[in-house]
C-alpha cells in the first residue's frame, strides 16, 4: 500500500506509552509489536492477519547466521524480534518515530476478518478468545453463538475495549501516530510477503535464502486455515454487512476496501 505525501503531513508523533494506550491496550503493545534491532523494523502485528506466516519467515530471516533455531513463532520469551517492554520508555519512543526503523502492518478486509474470527469461536472450544467473548455475552461456554449476535456485540464496542482479533485495525496499528514504510494486504500475501523482503533487506544471504524459499512455495503457516473469503455469503445479509462496514469504516476507507460483498466473491471466482 503506498503512503501519500498528505498521509505524511497527517501524521502525529509518539510522545508516550500512554498515546499509544489510547489505541489498545499495553499488555497488546507488549505483545503485538515486534522490533528488529538487527535489521531496523517495527512490525505490527494484526490478529487474524496471516500473523503465523508472517512471523514465521520474518523470524526465518531473523536467526540467518546463528545457531538459533524457531519452534514457535508464538513464544515471546524464544522470540528472536524484542517486545516493547524489553526496551526503556524513551528508547521505544524513539525506535517508533525514528525515520530509519521500517514500520510494516499488514491489514486485511474487515468482512472475511472477522468472519474468520467467528469461524474460530465456533470450531476450537479451547480457544481463549472463545472464553472471554462467551463471558462478555454471558452465556454457557457450551451453548451456540451465532454469527448475527458476534457481529451485534462487536459492533457495540468501543475499538479500546475490543479484543485484538476483532479490533479496528486502524487502531490496532495506531495509524495516526505512525509513519508507514509498509502496509500490505492479506489477499496480496504472496506478492506483497515477496516485497517487504525485498524491502526490508539487502543481505545477499538472506535474498539467496528467500530464493529458496519461494523455490520451494510459501506455506501458510497459521494453525488454523478457515478459507473464509469463501464462505462469506453463507454467513453475511445486507443487514449484517451494513452493520460492519459502519463499525469497521476507517478500515474500508484507509485501506481501500470495497463495502460490497459482491466485490470479493467476484474476485475469487477471477482467481
Known amino acids: 500500500m503506498e503512503i501519500s505525501l498528505q498521509r505524511k503531513n497527517e501524521i502525529k508523533r509518539v510522545n508516550s506509552l500512554k498515546d499509544l494506550e489510547k489505541y489498545k491496550k499495553k499488555s497488546e503493545i507488549n505483545r503485538k509489536i515486534r522490533i528488529s534491532l538487527k535489521h531496523k523494523y517495527v512490525y505490527f502485528n494484526v490478529g487474524k492477519n496471516a500473523n503465523s506466516t508472517i512471523k514465521y519467515y520474518l523470524q526465518q530471516i531473523e536467526v540467518i547466521g546463528t545457531h538459533l533455531k524457531i519452534d514457535d513463532v508464538h513464544d515471546l520469551l524464544k522470540s528472536p524480534h524484542v517486545s516493547p517492554y524489553q526496551l526503556s520508555e524513551e528508547q521505544l519512543i524513539d525506535i517508533l518515530n525514528d525515520s530509519d526503523f521500517k514500520k510494516i502492518a499488514f491489514v486485511r478486509n474487515p468482512f472475511s476478518r472477522l468472519l474468520s474470527c467467528y469461524l474460530n469461536i465456533v470450531k476450537f472450544k479451547k480457544w481463549v478468545t472463545r472464553k472471554l467473548l462467551y463471558s462478555l455475552l454471558n452465556k454457557p461456554i457450551e451453548s451456540e453463538i451465532t454469527f448475527e449476535e458476534f457481529i451485534d456485540f462487536i459492533c457495540e464496542q468501543e475499538a479500546i475495549d475490543m479484543d485484538e482479533h476483532w479490533r479496528i485495525q486502524y487502531c490496532d496499528i495506531v495509524y495516526p501516530l505512525i509513519d508507514f514504510s509498509f502496509i500490505g494486504k492479506v489477499e496480496n500475501l504472496n506478492y506483497d510477503l515477496n516485497f517487504l523482503i525485498d524491502f526490508l533487506f539487502k543481505d545477499v544471504q538472506i535474498k539467496?535464502?528467500?530464493?529458496?524459499?519461494?523455490?520451494?512455495?510459501?506455506?501458510?503457516?497459521?494453525?488454523?486455515?478457515?478459507?473464509?473469503?469463501?464462505?462469506?455469503?453463507?454467513?453475511?445479509?445486507?443487514?449484517?454487512?451494513?452493520?460492519?462496514?459502519?463499525?469497521?469504516?476507517?478500515?474500508?476507507e484507509t485501506f481501500g476496501y470495497s463495502s460490497r460483498l459482491e466485490d470479493i466473491h467476484e474476485s475469487i471466482n477471477r482467481k
Open 208 to 252: 539467496n535464502r528467500w530464493k529458496i524459499w519461494q523455490k520451494e512455495g510459501l506455506l501458510n503457516q497459521s494453525p488454523i486455515i478457515q478459507n473464509s473469503q469463501k464462505k462469506l455469503m453463507d454467513f453475511y445479509n445486507e443487514n449484517l454487512a451494513t452493520k460492519v462496514y459502519e463499525k469497521y469504516i476507517l478500515d474500508f
